[in-house]
């Protein structure tokens, strides 16, 4: 991710997305050390992020519904602390559903720059979001945001830069990476700029659980997906069946584990490298992270953020913060 900019036109996505051959390079460093896992960025390919959209209308799945609503009702207030003519560049951008109730109560908005790692769905709503929105300049951009970025220019009048990270997408983050991801993205948006950000709250375990593996068995396709994937980008070879996913809460990691455990033997080969997996053996495939107030205000302070306003549901399940790039 870096502040450079260069010209850009049109709706069309820039796709500067990972190749198969380094997403295989990646799956297998991660998976041949002594605690295999698997980079939760590997989730979204376009089936995976077909299968997110359906996690999102499960009962179980509060955060959806609960973030949607703060930014639909609080809309004016986040718009004021924004201000006119403001760029949005989004981070994890989906379907953009999220979105569509910012840019209606911001002011002029100069422009807005998804980014996602999954390119169909990018594609799909950039040209929804241009039919939409006549009057803004929309630039998606493929990529994997923990990796160097460079923005198109959209246009100079712009008043104040705008990071949007719904979907408590932070929460995948380690804690000990979210300082450092914070403070390029306090770079990028520079002294004053803002950070429009989904924090998901601690919460009753089960309510926790219940949300990550809901009953009609999205999440547990969602998150077995990963290896249906490397079957099919690198002819990996995993029995799907032979996997069994588990979501549960870790208090020590303030967060819910998701993992596949393996309960037949496994052999499966990427990049020419066979792997073997026995009855017990676990794959980590992602984590989210569960805050208070005070320890995510404490970790964006350590980046260069201060806290403008956190606006949250009144039973406190999910908060939108607005925070601000220290000068
Ligand atoms: C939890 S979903 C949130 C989607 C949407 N923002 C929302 O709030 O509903 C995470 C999104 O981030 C994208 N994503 C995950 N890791 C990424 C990465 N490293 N680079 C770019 N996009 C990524 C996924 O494709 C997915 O659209």
Not at 313 to 327: H, I, N, P
């Amino acid at each position: 991710m870096t502040v450079e900019q260069h010209e850009s036109t049109g709706a069309e996505v820039e796709d500067l997305s990972p190749s198969s051959r380094e997403v295989a390079a990646e799956a297998l460093e991660s998976l041949r050390g002594p605690s295999p896992q698997l980079p939760c960025k590997l989730l979204y390919d376009d089936v995976g992020a077909r299968l997110f959209e359906q996690i999102c209308e499960q009962p179980e799945y509060y955060p959806t519904r609960t973030e949607t609503a703060i930014l639909r009702v609080r809309g004016a207030e986040i718009a004021a602390r924004i201000g006119p003519h403001a760029l949005v560049v989004e981070f994890g951008s989906g379907a953009s559903t999220k979105t569509r109730h910012l840019l209606d109560a911001l002011t002029e908005p100069a422009g807005y720059v998804p980014i996602d790692i999954a390119r169909e769905q990018l594609a799909e709503t950039a040209r929804a979001l241009d039919e939409d929105y006549p009057g803004l300049r929309v630039r998606p951009v493929c990529a994997d945001y923990t990796k160097p970025i460079t923005l198109p220019k959209l246009v100079d009048e712009v008043e104040n830069t705008v990071v949007f990270f719904p979907g408590s997408t932070i929460g995948n983050f380690e804690q000990r990476q979210v300082v450092g991801f914070l403070r390029r993205v306090a770079r990028l948006v520079g002294p004053g700029g803002g950070l429009l950000i989904g924090v998901d709250l601690k919460k009753d375990r089960h309510v926790l659980e219940a949300a990550y593996d809901d009953a009609a068995g999205v999440s547990r396709a969602f998150i077995k997906n990963v290896l249906a994937r490397l079957n099919r980008e690198c002819g990996a070879g995993f029995d799907l069946d032979a996997w069994r996913y588990r979501a549960r809460w870790c208090e020590e990691r303030s967060g819910i584990v998701m993992e596949l455990i393996c309960e037949r033997p496994q052999r499966v080969t990427i990049a020419g490298e066979t792997l073997e997996f026995a009855p017990g053996a676990v794959i980590h495939c992602e984590d989210s992270h569960k805050y208070s107030r005070e320890s995510f205000a404490a970790l964006a302070a350590e980046a260069g953020f201060s806290v403008d306003s956190v606006w949250t549901d009144d039973d406190e399940l999910f908060s939108v913060q607005y925070l601000t790039a220290d000068g």
